[in-house]
């Protein structure tokens, strides 16, 4: 499995602060079945991280992950803060996205709406990327109203659903949210979202069985979601 959006660097948000909790994240996700992490931080004012900061931290980490032997394929990426990725000009913009392809990690805010995100989204694919909608559910707004994500998604963006959202550990509005998105075909990758080794850990098994479970179908006809799309995404297939 793939997960396209994990806080697993150590020290550069508010995912682990040690390299050891960065390991111990590591060492969950792979019992559970994952074998590659977009490694994605914040990009916010508060945490004003570069693609060049990533790309550093990522190929520390993967020596590390060497020497401990843990077989976990990392690529870079960042969780971009509408405005800040509004600031961006392209070339920082490209090189932001996950892994080798076009796609950024867009961050829905909690609360409201983003009025400009819409045409954000005709600006990017003008320029030939595109945006993965990062964990809509939790926003007050397409908890009201999950349709609102169908302009988005007509405009070419794909939802991200985080896996803990689907199995409830993040409480019912997003839980009931999340099920709304499945639902109606608007959510299109699961990933963890994931920033500590026990609070909120890694691993996509358990929200794929339960996202089956609301589809009611086998695990299997929707493995998609954790394998084909976001090894696409990150290929640029």
Same mark, same amino acid.
Request: proline share 11%; net charge negative.
């Given at each position: 499995?793939?997960?396209?959006?994990?806080?697993?660097?150590?020290?550069?948000?508010?995912? /682990?602060? &040690?390299?050891?909790?960065?390991?111990?994240?590591?060492?969950?996700?792979?019992?559970?079945?994952?074998?590659?992490?977009?490694?994605?931080?914040?990009?916010?004012?508060?945490? /004003?991280? &570069?693609?060049?900061?990533?790309d550093e931290a990522v190929a520390m980490f993967r020596e590390r992950l060497a020497e401990e032997g843990i077989p976990l394929e990392l690529v870079a990426g960042l969780e971009l803060d509408i405005d800040e990725l509004a600031a961006m000009d392209v070339e920082e913009r490209a090189a932001s996205a996950l892994g080798d392809g076009p796609w950024l990690l867009v961050e829905m805010p909690f609360h409201g709406w983003p009025l400009d995100l819409a045409g954000l989204m005709t600006e990017l694919e003008m320029k030939g990327l595109r945006a993965l909608i990062a964990h809509p559910e939790r926003c007050s707004s397409v908890q009201k109203n999950p349709d609102r994500m169908r302009d988005l998604i007509g405009r070419g963006a794909l939802v991200q659903v985080n896996a803990e959202s689907i199995t409830g550990m993040l409480g019912d509005q997003p839980q009931r949210a999340a099920e709304r998105l499945l639902r109606a075909g608007f959510a299109h990758v699961i990933a963890s979202d994931a920033h500590t080794p026990s609070r909120r850990p890694p691993g996509l098994t358990a929200a794929l069985e339960r996202a089956a479970e609301v589809l009611r179908c086998l695990p299997g006809e929707i493995a998609w979601m954790v394998d084909d799309v976001p090894r696409a995404m990150i290929s640029g297939d």
């Open positions: 499995m793939i997960d396209l959006h994990c806080h697993l660097l150590p020290g550069v948000d508010d995912g /682990p602060s &040690t390299i050891h909790d960065a390991v111990r994240m590591a060492r969950v996700a792979v019992e559970d079945g994952t074998t590659t992490i977009a490694c994605t931080p914040h990009r916010r004012p508060r945490f /004003p991280n &570069t693609p060049a900061i990533v």
